[in-house]
């Protein structure tokens, strides 16, 4: 049995909140200082195997430009190796509301062992949408459900 969870940088949500929650949080660009910072957010996969875990993202800027790194440390895992998609990282592209993370190829270099086992959780790109809240809810649906991303200080808060 081999068992592929991935994680996005932004993992798969689950919207119950409707088109609410897909509002537009502006006409105008997203701004660096709209992005920077740590964010997490909780995950539960159910499938062949179950596996829960925290993911936590930081959005920074560099000489590169907007970057991000991200870890999902897996808390629960049933029927799976519990693999960490630790670590990963990569570029963050803005085009009007729409936040895509892309996943460095580097990262799948420097996991061969994830890779070729074939089980664990497996970093891939992917896309948001910034809410009015703040929030980035992903722009797709799996078999994940998850929370929006939030800022870490206000996901402790709510």
Not at 30 to 44: C, E, H, P, Y
Not at 56 to 74: E, H, M, T
Not at 133 to 152: E, I, S, Y
Request: charged fraction near 20%; glycine fraction near 8%; include cysteine.
């Amino acid at each position: 049995m081999r068992d592929v969870f991935f994680t996005s940088a932004a993992l798969f949500v689950l919207l119950a909140s409707g088109a609410s929650a897909q509002t537009s949080f502006s006409q105008a660009a997203i701004t660096r200082a709209d992005l920077q910072g740590d964010w997490s957010q909780k995950v539960r996969c159910r499938g062949h195997a179950s596996v829960d875990f925290d993911h936590q993202l930081r959005i920074y800027v560099d000489q590169r430009g907007l970057r991000f790194k991200g870890n999902a440390p897996v808390k629960s895992a049933q029927y799976a190796s519990g693999r960490d998609a630790r670590y990963y990282y990569g570029a963050v592209q803005v085009s009007g509301d729409i936040v895509t993370l892309k996943v460095s190829p580097r990262y799948y270099r420097d996991l061969p062992d994830v890779m070729d086992m074939g089980e664990g959780v497996v970093a891939q790109d992917a896309s948001y949408q910034l809410t009015q809240d703040g929030d980035l809810v992903a722009l797709g649906v799996n078999a994940c459900k998850t929370t929006p991303l939030k800022r870490a200080a206000l996901a402790r808060q709510r």
